[in-house]
């Protein structure tokens, strides 16, 4: 399913300086990310700074602690780092590596690497791979061809988790889907392709091409953002048949594999 964002943690996506035209078709590069970097560093990324936001984050590295087994970790799209900082305060054994278009300090543990680019990792060298909302950036051949320099970076028996935002109920999609055809219909500028919401069948299909499917967990948040774990949904074609009133409409899929080979 495309994903549409017209803005993000206060930031409106108008208000960067950007032609907006362009991303309304085509989802956001280096060039977008740095526009949207820089609007955040504006006062010290207060914009950013939720109480909700550094909670869901946080919360998130202690629900990884409790699952992660490895240290030696390589976390693609690190985005602010709150989560895998989070690790570190857990377990000061974790060895952890970043990569993202350009660094943001404020929450980051100076004991983690940062790189920019996947090129620059080293051959058979990580434990583990996160991967935490960041694949629905990628369009499949892109994610097909990530997914094969991961598989040389990790060494025989690392983890691969993917942790993303799952497809909503039918009910929800029917609406969403009647919201793109206005957008388009209306050409509305501000309105950026943020990405592709997966399903769990098509992540998984994905990710066992190169590794082995070892099991999933699914996530809804509460009003302070905090994940728990809840049973699978009922599906129809990857959308949820249902789920709870007092779930958040965002619930989260994640899933384990492994290189065994
Ligand atoms: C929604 S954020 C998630 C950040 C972090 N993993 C978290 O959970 O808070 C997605 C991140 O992926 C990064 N990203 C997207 N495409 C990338 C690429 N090709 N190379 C490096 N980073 C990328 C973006 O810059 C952004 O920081």
Redesign the pocket.
Known sequence: MNLYQSSFHSVKFNDLDLDMNMYYLQR?D?IF?KKL?DRWSIDNYKLLDEKNFLNA?RN?GQILHSIIDKHKIL?????????ESELLKLDSNYDITG????M?TKWLDPRIRFL???DECVIDNYDCL?????I???DNT?LST?ISSFYKILKKDSLVIV?EQDLPTLMTYNKIRKFHKYLHCRKQLGFVHWGFIRSPFVIKSKFKKMFKYVTSKYFYVDKNWSNYETRSFYRLNGYKIWQSKDFHANTSQLHIFKKIN
Do not use: E, M, Q
Request: cysteine-free.
């Open positions: 956001p280096n990310f970097y984050k998130a976390s693609f799209g690190i985005g602010t780092g709150i989560t990569i993202d278009y350009s943001i920019r680019h996947i996160l991967l935490n909302s960041v629905y950036s990628f892109t990530l942790w």
